[in-house]
C-alpha cells in the first residue's frame, strides 16, 4: 500500500503531522506516515497518483447536529467507497433534530488540522468518533495527518482503539456511481 514511498513511524517524525495529531499517533503500535505533494492531498487524487484503489482509503468528515440551540459534533470515518448516512444513522444517534457536515472553516479551527488532512487522530476529546464496520475490520488504511502534505497508515484495530471512538453500524452507506470522493 503506497509502496513508492517512505514509510516513517508516525511516533518519530512528529514534523510530518499536525500539532494536534503528535501525542495521539504516537500511541498507535501500526501507525506509519509519509509525505505527499498537497496537490493531491484530496482523496481520488491522491489513489489516482499512487494507483490505489479507494478502499485502500477512509475519509474523516465532522457532522454538526443541533437541538434546542445546543450544538453537537461528530466524527464519522468510512471507507472512501463509502459516505456517511448524515440524515438517518448520525442525525437519529447524534440526537438531533438537524445535522449536516461542518462548514470547512468550522471543521479547520476546531481540529486544529488542514482541510484535506483531518484525521480522527488526535480530535477533540469530547466528539465522539464514529467508525464504520470496514474500517475496523481493515489491515491497514490511508487516513489524514493533521496536514495536506502527509497521510498517515494505520489499522482499523488502531483506529477503534482511539478515545471516544465507536464502531457503528450503517454510519458509512455504499455510494452511488458518479458520487465524488470527499477529501481526506
Keep these: 500500500m503506497y509502496d513508492s514511498v517512505e514509510h516513517l513511524p508516525a511516533a518519530d517524525h512528529p514534523e510530518l503531522l499536525a500539532a494536534t495529531v503528535t501525542g495521539r499517533a504516537a500511541e498507535l503500535p501500526s501507525a506509519v506516515v509519509f509525505s505527499i505533494d498537497p496537490e493531491i492531498a484530496d482523496t481520488g487524487a491522491l489513489c489516482e497518483a499512487f ?3 479507494l478502499e485502500t482509503c477512509a475519509n474523516c ?3 454538526k447536529g443541533k437541538r434546542g ?3 453537537k459534533y461528530v466524527a464519522c ?7 456517511v448516512d448524515v440524515n438517518k444513522v448520525v442525525r ?4 438531533v433534530r438537524k445535522a449536516s457536515f461542518a462548514l470547512m472553516d468550522e471543521a479547520v479551527s476546531m481540529s486544529g488540522m488542514e482541510y484535506g488532512g483531518i484525521t480522527p487522530v488526535g480530535l477533540p476529546a469530547e466528539w465522539p468518533i464514529w467508525i464504520d464496520p470496514r474500517v475496523a475490520e ?4 490511508c487516513i489524514g495527518s493533521g496536514l495536506r502534505s502527509s497521510k498517515l497508515i494505520v489499522s482499523g484495530a488502531d483506529l477503534v ?3 471516544g471512538a465507536e464502531v457503528v453500524e450503517g454510519v458509512g452507506e455504499l455510494r452511488s456511481a458518479g ?5 481526506l
Excluded: M
Aim: charged share 25%.
Design 179 to 183: 458520487v465524488d470522493v470527499p477529501p
Design 92 to 95: 437519529k444517534k447524534l440526537d
Design 61 to 63: 468528515v465532522i457532522v
Design 77 to 83: 470515518l468510512v471507507l472512501a467507497t463509502t459516505r
Design 69 to 71: 440551540g445546543v450544538e
Design 51 to 53: 494507483g490505489e484503489g
Design 161 to 163: 482503539s482511539l478515545p
Design 138 to 141: 481493515a489491515e491497514a488504511l
